[in-house]
């Protein structure tokens, strides 16, 4: 399709839509023909789409629930996936105020040092964790085997997983794991924002938060197909 015809489609600007092709683009979900100038579905896209849950019924499937959720907490809601050895965020609302925020959806984050990341990496195969040092983005990151082995038990036994500062200093987040047929983990969904409002004095996030987060990933495991838990 041509520009003008996607960004008709979306009821968007056709700067806006510019905008989220060149970031759909910058992970393959999208290509550009380059005689027409058209976009077209991109390889990777379809390399997602053929894996044991679509996408696009992780992303229609939270969408209820993701913006109550967000109005809950205050704060912006983001739900991923697996892609590549990275965190795909698939579906991002907005922290409902009216300070200036960006789209996320598209972007790939790192594993270890997200609360999203945490999650995914948790509960997959034995041997997830890397034999090697990984990237530290600040002096609060895991960069062990052995330390991100550590928390990966703690997010198993506790259920829902944090991140304070690990990845961008003065934020935080909190994540649960969204679960499909047979209770196979295919997604996870969790709040970010600045720790002040994440965290209480000792760095540790609101119980609040904690329950808004897990309650929210339950139903929509519910509606995936997941038995209860």
């Known amino acids: 399709m041509a520009l003008g015809e996607i960004a008709r489609s ?13 970031t759909l683009q910058h992970v ?3 290509e550009q023909d380059r005689v027409s100038g058209h976009y077209q579905l991109g390889a990777a896209l379809q390399r997602l789409g053929a894996g044991h ?13 993701a913006d109550p959720l967000a ?9 991923g996936t697996v892609f590549d050895g990275k965190v795909l965020v698939v579906h ?10 960006t789209l996320d959806v598209g972007t790939l984050l790192p594993m270890h040092a997200t609360a999203l ?3 995914l990496i948790a509960y997959r195969a034995e041997g997830a964790v890397p034999a090697k040092e990984l990237d530290q983005l600040t002096h609060r990151t895991i960069h062990t085997p052995q330390g991100l082995a550590d928390e990966l038990q703690r997010v198993r036994d506790a259920g829902w997983s944090s991140e304070i500062e690990e990845m961008t200093f003065g934020t935080a987040s909190v994540a649960a ?4 047929y047979g209770g196979l983990v295919v997604g996870a969904i969790g ?6 409002r994440i965290c209480d004095s000792h760095y540790r996030p609101y119980q609040r938060l904690v329950t808004y987060v897990r309650e929210a990933a339950r139903a929509i495991s519910r509606d995936l197909g997941a038995a209860a838990r």
């Open 117 to 119: 990341g945490k999650v």
């Open 53 to 65: 849950l679509d996408v696009n019924e992780l992303r229609s499937r939270s969408i209820n629930w």
């Open 177 to 180: 794991p969204i679960r499909g």
């Open 92 to 101: 991002h609302v907005f922290r409902p105020d009216d300070t200036f925020q």
């Open 28 to 30: 393959g979900f999208v």
């Open 191 to 196: 709040i970010n924002g600045r720790v002040d």
């Open 10 to 22: 979306l009821d968007l600007a056709k700067g806006t839509t510019h905008g989220i092709l060149r």
């Open 71 to 79: 109005a809950r907490s205050g704060e912006a809601v983001r739900i």
